[in-house]
């Protein structure tokens, strides 16, 4: 069956936790060797739709193909060949950098002398080579997302599973994640990753989909969906009288947004509104192309998730 | 049931293995102080008890208990920080591992650790002499069962947990006043028959009623009765546990 063949396919998930309804009706499909992005603000139910995907909670509703194997069923043997990178760190603070990857290569019924032999290249992967006897809590935050990306691949996975990669990293210990990433994707891995970094999305994801209050709200890749969704540039203004100048931007503009102090303006064509603003000498502006954080925040507003 | 749950008792024995003496001496020393002065001090005073020494009563509720507190303390405090504190747990369950098998290796381990600090105590007890060797050695396999009963127990309580403070509750309403009731100081027939009653519904009574009787090369009455409710309470707080966990974790 064609729909079994994706790498991961979900069709009308639904989950609830009590009352409330956290996955109304996801449908995903995601091409074997695709990188791809799930977004969505905090509460959004991303993890909980990464958690029905590999088996961890049972789905009220809907159907799950992992790596062909139907899901729960069959999660078990579907887990053999995949890798996870969970969200909150993990690692084992008893064990040294080596001993976590061979205990946790164990869980795979893979035996230790098995496991000991790829240790060094996933070291390097990770590029901790010479720390393997380093204790867990000598790593930086940067060094411990790597070795917890080098645990999920102890079972050279076809697909890893990675709730949100960077979150808590510094700007460097971020690009080198992102390089290892594409790196696993040019092996031919199938990777589905969930972030709020609109950043992370664009450079990584081939495709992606922008989930809110358990909904798919927007699906394609990231160039499609700035395209579908939103003007090509934005100019934010603010300044004293900004508010009296707002009927002059919605005049010169199709969308024109405010959040706090900052107004935004959405549009296709520049010319009239920066010719406008020259005039405006109290108000400061910043030109900038519209971006997938601009999408992001139309489609699922700009108040805030707790 | 498969195997798998072998590799998270292998876990949890290369963390301790490096620190297995400190960690018996340090089960051991509250029950072997216990023992050494109330079986002396207490035993001069008392003499005989059912036809043997004080100390070579309290010798055989000891080793009980000590392999009680030892399953208790493994299924409770490092459970919990494995569950809930490092979260050892979840990425187990990432793996091709499912939350049973975590809980099987769970409760084999506290259960070895208790085969360890019974087996610690049968030494200490047959080195002074209030047990032969062989009597000694025929007591493990009841320790084990001992220890996979309260492991079991244990793992039900952790999963209820929201913290630290909460087995407190636990021990000391529960486990201190079984050890009280369960013939491990006295014979429990010195209490109210609805006591009693009480009492042989507990756990630890079973587990002392086999192994004190072994410990001087006889065979329990009704030992069959002794180990079935212990192999129960094994069996029902594991099953426990297995729900209880579940409905903590894979929601």
């Known amino acids: ?306 | 049931m498969s195997l798998r749950w072998i590799a998270v008792w292998r876990r949890n024995w290369l963390v301790w293995r490096r620190l297995a003496i400190p960690s018996i001496l340090g089960n051991l020393a509250d029950p072997l102080i216990m023992l050494f002065g109330l079986g002396y001090g207490l035993g001069a005073m008392i003499g005989e008890l059912e036809g043997t020494t004080y100390f070579a009563f309290l010798a055989g509720g000891f080793v009980a208990t000590s392999t009680m507190y030892a399953a208790t303390f493994e299924s409770l405090f490092s459970a919990f920080s494995r569950m809930h504190v490092q979260r050892t747990w979840e990425g187990i369950v990432n793996a091709p591992m499912t939350l049973d098998d975590v809980l099987a290796g769970e409760c084999a381990w506290a259960a070895t650790k208790a085969l360890a600090a019974g087996a610690c105590m049968l030494v200490i007890v047959a080195a002074f002499g209030y047990a032969e060797p062989r009597f000694a050695v025929a007591a493990l396999p009841v320790i084990v069962l001992v220890g996979l009963a309260f492991a079991a127990l244990g793992l039900a309580v952790n999963a209820l947990a929201n913290g630290y403070d909460f087995f407190s509750y636990y021990m000391t309403l529960f486990l201190t006043p079984m050890m009280m009731l369960s013939g491990v100081f006295f014979p429990i027939e010195q209490m109210p028959d609805a006591v009693q009653v009480g009492a042989k519904i507990l756990p630890l009574y079973h587990g002392v009623a086999v192994v004190r009787p072994l410990l001087s090369g006889e065979l329990a009455p009704r030992l069959w009765l002794h180990l079935g409710v212990l192999g129960a309470y094994a069996a029902g707080g594991f099953y426990l546990a297995t729900i209880l966990t579940r409905r903590r974790l894979l929601r």
Request: proline share 5%; aromatic share 6%; net charge neutral.
């Open chain 1, 1 to 306: 069956m064609r729909a079994q063949t994706g790498a991961l396919i979900a069709q009308a998930l639904r989950k609830s936790f009590g009352a409330t309804e956290v996955v109304s009706g996801v449908n995903l499909a995601v091409a074997t060797g695709e990188c791809f992005g799930l977004l969505g603000p905090n509460g959004a139910g991303k993890t909980t739709t990464l958690k029905l995907c590999l088996g961890l909670t049972e789905p009220d509703g809907g159907e799950i193909h992992l790596l062909g194997e139907p899901v729960p069923r069959r999660a078990r043997e579907a887990r053999r060949r995949v890798g996870v990178v969970p969200q909150f760190d993990n690692l084992d603070p008893d064990f040294t950098v080596a001993e976590n990857l061979i205990v946790y290569g164990r869980y795979f019924g893979l035996r230790s002398a098995q496991i000991a032999a790829r240790v060094p290249g996933l070291l390097d992967f990770a590029g901790l080579a010479g720390r393997e006897r380093s204790k867990i809590n000598t790593l930086s935050g940067g060094m411990k997302r790597r070795l917890t990306l080098a645990r999920a691949l102890v079972n050279d996975p076809q697909l890893v599973f990675m709730d949100e990669p960077t979150t808590g990293l510094d700007p460097q210990a971020r690009h080198l994640i992102w390089e290892r990433l594409r790196r696993l994707t040019q092996e031919g891995k199938t990777l589905v990753l969930t972030t709020h970094f609109m950043e992370e999305a664009e450079r990584l994801c081939d495709r992606l989909a922008i989930m809110d209050h358990g909904r798919i709200i927007a699906e394609g890749s990231p160039r499609a969906l700035i395209a579908e969704h939103i003007e090509p540039h934005v100019v934010e203004v603010h300044g004293p009288g900004f508010e009296a100048w707002m009927d002059v931007a919605r005049s010169l503009c199709p969308r024109v947004e405010r959040a706090g102090d900052t107004v935004f303006c959405y549009v296709d064509e520049t010319g009239p509104l920066l010719a406008n603003l020259k005039g405006h000498r109290e108000l400061s502006y910043l030109h900038r192309q519209a971006s997938l954080e601009d999408v992001f925040l139309k489609l699922t507003g700009r108040d805030l998730r707790d």
